[in-house]
T-cell receptor
Framework: DAGITQSPRHKVTETGTPVTLRCHQT?????MYWYRQDPGHGLRLIHY???????DKGEVSDGYSVSRSKTEDFLLTLESATSSQTSVYFC???????????????FGPGTRLLVL | GNSVTQMEGPVTLSEEAFLTINCTYT??????LFWYVQYPGEGLQLLLK?????DKGSNKGFEATYRKETTSFHLEKGSVQVSDSAVYFC???????????????FGKGTKLTVNP
């Protein structure tokens, strides 16, 4: 296991409420990611972080914000949840490959979010 | 840009059948290539990887060979089991020479069901 936990694992909330999901790692990896997974879309990157206080947008960042005040924690916030944000959210950390460049990503167990 | 295309399935096989899941990619240079597996209700797990042309990744009886000439990384297994039922994702990681973030690019996933 890559030492990644996500909390909460399940969340039901109402439209318009703020929601924060937490990803915690024990591996001291620099890169962390938030994805959402939806039927027919596979995995889509929301935001990622390349260090403390260093974050950037992915392909589906609208309606989401992130923060990383410590290496081990990466928070995803839905400022005002909408039904279209009902999804399964995965956090990942990356470890550079020792040969050939690129990276290997390791995933957390996911958070199932239902917005009513 | 970089992209991954994999057969969408679903794929249904009988136990002990031969499995192939096709994956082709578009990328500049020599990316690293991956197969991830997602069992029901779980996060993605790295199944195998290859970091340069002609490399063969293997794990748990699954194999995939990095074919630069056909830009492919097809997943194969000689005899599937019921426990192999899962969703399989092909992915690439751009080479470090391209700079920028270390983001993975995923295919949309192929659902495999193996019947006894």
């Amino acid at each position: 296991d890559a030492g990644i936990t996500q909390s909460p694992r399940h969340k039901v909330t109402e439209t318009g409420t703020p929601v924060t999901l937490r990803c915690h790692q024990t591996e001291n990896h620099r890169y962390m990611y938030w994805y959402r997974q939806d039927p027919g879309h596979g995995l889509r990157l929301i935001h990622y972080s390349y260090g403390v206080k260093d974050t950037d947008k992915g392909e589906v960042s609208d309606g989401y914000s992130v923060s990383r005040s410590k290496t081990e924690d990466f928070l995803l916030t839905l400022e005002s949840a909408t039904s279209s944000q009902t999804s399964v959210y995965f956090c990942a950390i990356s470890q550079p490959l020792t040969s050939g460049g690129g990276e290997t990503q390791y995933f957390g167990p996911g958070t199932r979010l239902l917005v009513l | 840009g970089n992209s991954v295309t994999q057969m969408e399935g679903p794929v249904t096989l009988s136990e002990e059948a031969f499995l192939t899941i096709n994956c082709t990619y578009t990328a500049t240079g020599y990316p690293s290539l991956f197969w991830y597996v997602q069992y029901p209700g779980e996060g993605l797990q790295l199944l195998l990887k290859a970091t340069k042309a002609d490399d063969k990744g293997s794990n748990k009886g699954f194999e995939a060979t990095y074919r630069k000439e056909t830009t492919s990384f097809h997943l194969e297994k000689g005899s599937v089991q019921v426990s192999d039922s899962a969703v399989y994702f092909c992915a690439l990681s751009p080479p470090q020479t391209q700079g920028g973030s270390e983001k993975l690019v995923f295919g949309k996933g192929t659902k495999l069901t193996v019947n006894p």
